[in-house]
């Protein structure tokens, strides 16, 4: 069942957050600014599960088709965790599994997915920013845990299991941090990490993934951080790193900036600068978090008449993310035996 609205093509470039449990005033009018496109939700948006599906229904209410997303990986990065939600393991736990039980990990990063979606989409949320193929070189703090692998064959593999499921739970994917962050020790919310390795192997190893799962990717999120062998902008505001996963690499998705509020954007120079940055790098939406000021700032001072071509085509990429079918109640989902026994999987791997 198709439930796109017309006013899905109008969605804007920008993705901003909101104060707290219920709209105030002021998100209201940040929400239907013409440049807003989506709103990312964060644990203090969050009391119970009617609160959220309460603020979701308002928000889609004032901005009809706008994109509800929220980064809900598993382990340590999962913002609703009470009042029913699962569990949800961290990505090395299938990592680990995969190395006893191939078929059996496969499964198990399906049931994942399919529980994440299923219960981010009964409570009105569209997208989670997951999954994470960053590769795990046991050197990143802020990575660590959340990546499934070493192995860059066997990231892909559970990654494409995971986005089975949240596919089957009618909600898209968005692989994260290309090419890569799991290389540097550096986290780039409070710094600006550096990758001094040569593009032959990122390409080899860390962006492997990104060209394998090919048309299984609905969204990507560069990484903030410089590769200087290849590019002295950090990739989300690198042309010639979107151009390559365009190009070399035939993506033809949606591509977020990482949060522009983040210290490894403050290379771009003001919150406007690193947004026209990021957008004429070849990004289609920006994020910017925790920082209404800079949201203003951002929604009065980015001028998209210089881009209307790409902010059109933009537009439609990320009209396709909105989820195509109805959702399930969260009661309906109790019932549902496919829910149920994907939810004994998931809960045995925590």
Same mark, same amino acid.
């Given at each position: 069942?198709?439930?796109?609205?017309?006013?899905?093509?109008?969605?804007?470039?920008?993705?901003?957050?909101?104060?707290?449990?219920?709209?105030?005033?002021?998100?209201?009018?940040?929400?239907?600014?013409?440049?807003?496109?989506?709103?990312?939700?964060?644990?203090?948006?969050?009391?119970?599960?009617?609160?959220?599906?309460?603020?979701?229904?308002?928000?889609?209410?004032?901005?009809?088709?706008?994109?509800?997303?929220?980064?809900?990986?598993?382990?340590?990065?999962?913002?609703?965790?009470?009042?029913?939600?699962?569990?949800?393991?961290?990505?090395?736990?299938?990592?680990?599994?995969?190395?006893?039980?191939?078929?059996?990990?496969?499964?198990?990063?399906?049931?994942?997915?399919?529980?994440?979606?299923?219960?981010?989409?009964?409570?009105?949320?569209?997208?989670?920013?997951?999954?994470?193929?960053?590769?795990?070189?046991?050197?990143?703090?802020?990575?660590?845990?959340?990546?499934?692998?070493?192995?860059?064959?066997?990231?892909?593999?559970?990654?494409?299991?995971?986005?089975?499921?949240?596919?089957?739970?009618?909600?898209?994917?968005?692989?994260?941090?290309?090419?890569?962050?799991?290389?540097?020790?550096?986290?780039?919310?409070?710094?600006?990490?550096?990758?001094?390795?040569?593009?032959?192997?990122?390409?080899?190893?860390?962006?492997? @993934?990104?060209?394998?799962?090919?048309?299984?990717?609905?969204?990507?999120?560069?990484?903030?951080?410089?590769?200087?062998?290849?590019?002295?902008? @950090?990739?989300?505001?690198?042309?010639?790193?979107?151009?390559?996963?365009?190009?070399?690499?035939?993506?033809?998705?949606?591509?977020?900036?990482?949060?522009?509020?983040?210290?490894?954007?403050?290379?771009?120079?003001?919150?406007?600068?690193?947004?026209?940055?990021?957008?004429?790098?070849?990004?289609?939406?920006?994020?910017?978090?925790?920082?209404?000021?800079?949201?203003?700032?951002?929604?009065?001072?980015?001028?998209?008449?210089?881009?209307?071509?790409?902010?059109?085509?933009?537009?439609?990429?990320?009209?396709?993310?909105? @989820?195509?079918?109805?959702?399930?109640?969260?009661?309906?989902?109790?019932?549902?035996?496919?829910?149920?026994?994907?939810?004994?999987?998931?809960?045995?791997?925590?």
């Amino acid at each position: 069942m198709n439930n796109m609205k017309n006013s899905d093509h109008n969605l804007g470039p920008v993705m901003l957050d909101v104060a707290g449990t219920a709209l105030t005033i002021d998100d209201i009018r940040r929400i239907q600014h013409p440049l807003t496109g989506g709103v990312i939700l964060f644990a203090r948006n969050y009391e119970n599960r009617a609160q959220l599906t309460a603020l979701t229904t308002a928000i889609h209410a004032v901005r009809p088709g706008v994109l509800i997303a929220v980064d809900h990986e598993g382990g340590r990065v999962q913002r609703f965790k009470t009042d029913g939600f699962t569990k949800l393991p961290a990505m090395r736990k299938l990592g680990e599994l995969w190395d006893r039980d191939v078929l059996g990990a496969a499964r198990a990063a399906t049931d994942v997915g399919f529980v994440l979606g299923a219960e981010l989409r009964a409570c009105g949320v569209d997208l989670s920013f997951t999954p994470v193929l960053d590769l795990d070189y046991g050197e990143s703090g802020v990575i660590g845990d959340r990546a499934f692998h070493r192995d860059a064959r066997v990231v892909t593999l559970l990654a494409k299991s995971l986005n089975h499921g949240l596919a089957l739970a009618g909600m898209a994917n968005c692989g994260k941090h290309f090419p890569g962050h799991g290389f540097v020790k550096a986290d780039s919310h409070v710094a600006i990490p550096v990758d001094e390795r040569a593009l032959k192997e990122i390409l080899a190893e860390d962006a492997a @993934p990104y060209e394998w799962l090919g048309m299984s990717l609905s969204g990507v999120m560069p990484a903030h951080v410089i590769y200087p062998k290849v590019d002295k902008h @950090p990739a989300g505001f690198s042309k010639k790193w979107l151009s390559m996963l365009r190009k070399d690499f035939g993506f033809e998705g949606v591509i977020f900036s990482d949060d522009l509020s983040m210290e490894g954007a403050s290379v771009a120079g003001t919150v406007i600068d690193g947004a026209n940055a990021a957008l004429n790098a070849g990004c289609d939406m920006v994020l910017i978090c925790n920082s209404p000021d800079k949201a203003d700032q951002l929604l009065d001072g980015l001028n998209p008449v210089a881009m209307t071509a790409h902010l059109e085509i933009s537009a439609v990429r990320i009209a396709s993310l909105v @989820p195509q079918t109805t959702s399930s109640t969260w009661h309906e989902l109790q019932q549902n035996s496919r829910y149920r026994s994907a939810k004994r999987v998931a809960q045995s791997l925590t």
